[in-house]
C-alpha cells in the first residue's frame, strides 16, 4: 500500500519497512518484495547481495516471482557471480 501509494501516500521507506517484517516471518512474497527494494534501492541502500539473499529465501519456498528473479540475478551476474548452472539446480529443487 506504501510501496504504491494505495490508500496512503506513497512512501518507500515505509513500504521497506512492512515488507521487511512479513519477510522476516517467512513470507515468501514480502521476501521478494523486500529483495526488489534492496535490488532498486527503493526505501533503502541498492544492495545486490542482500536483493538475491531474499530472492533465494522466497525461491526456497518455492515462490515462482523469488525464482524468476534469482534466476535472472544469476543470469546476469547481479549481486552473484554469473553462474547459469545454478539456474538450473533452482528449477530442479521444485
Known amino acids: 500500500m506504501y510501496d504504491k501509494g494505495q490508500g496512503f501516500a506513497k512512501d518507500k521507506t515505509q513500504a521497506f519497512q512492512w515488507y521487511q517484517k512479513a519477510a522476516d516471518q517467512g513470507n515468501a512474497l514480502g521476501q521478494v518484495k523486500l529483495g526488489r527494494m534492496y535490488r532498486m534501492g527503493a526505501g533503502v541502500d541498492k544492495d545486490l547481495t542482500l536483493a538475491f539473499l531474499w530472492y533465494q529465501k522466497a525461491s526456497k519456498q518455492g ?29 530442479k529443487d521444485n
Open 63 to 91: 515462490s515462482a516471482r523469488g525464482q524468476t528473479a534469482l534466476g535472472r540475478m544469476n543470469k546476469l551476474g547481479n549481486g552473484v557471480a554469473k553462474d547459469l548452472t545454478d539456474i538450473s539446480e533452482v528449477s
